[in-house]
């Protein structure tokens, strides 16, 4: 068997690696574009005053939604009655138009239906920035 021998390329026969010119102050960069995210502003559910639909059952329904306590829900559900409205949650569109879609289907007070009673009126909004 013959020994086999291994064998090296000469210096001399290697490609050189071109390195290009050396950076210097006076090398043009092309300016970087930053691209950021624009974010959404957030979005408030508004909870309108409602004469028919009874207390009780505005606070019941935004415990069922938002899943708040007694104490928050029968604030929120009073502030809607003493000013006109009041903001019940804050956040992104499509989870503002969601919560207000919910708090709609509990639908009208049943015990105050044969007054007329409706779905809670609830809107949504940008916040105020």
């Not at 559910?45 to 708040?68: E, P, T």
């Not at 009041?86 to 499509?94: D, H, N």
Request: glycine share 6%; with cysteine; aromatic share 4%.
């Amino acid at each position: 068997m013959p020994a086999t021998e291994a064998t090296t390329v000469p210096a001399e026969t290697a490609e050189p690696i071109e390195t290009g010119p050396p950076p210097t102050a006076e090398t043009k960069r092309k300016p970087r574009t930053e691209t950021r995210t624009k974010r959404q502003p957030p979005h408030v559910v508004l909870l309108h005053n409602d004469d028919i639909n009874g207390m009780d059952h505005v606070v019941g329904a935004l415990r069922k939604v938002f899943n708040y306590g007694r104490m928050k829900s029968i604030t929120l559900m009073l502030k809607a009655h003493v000013t006109g409205r009041a903001a019940v949650w804050t956040g992104s569109l499509e989870v503002a138009e969601f919560k207000a879609d919910q708090l709609k289907s509990c639908g009208a007070d049943p015990r105050k239906r044969t007054r007329g009673a409706l779905p809670l009126r609830v809107s949504v909004e940008p916040l105020p920035q």
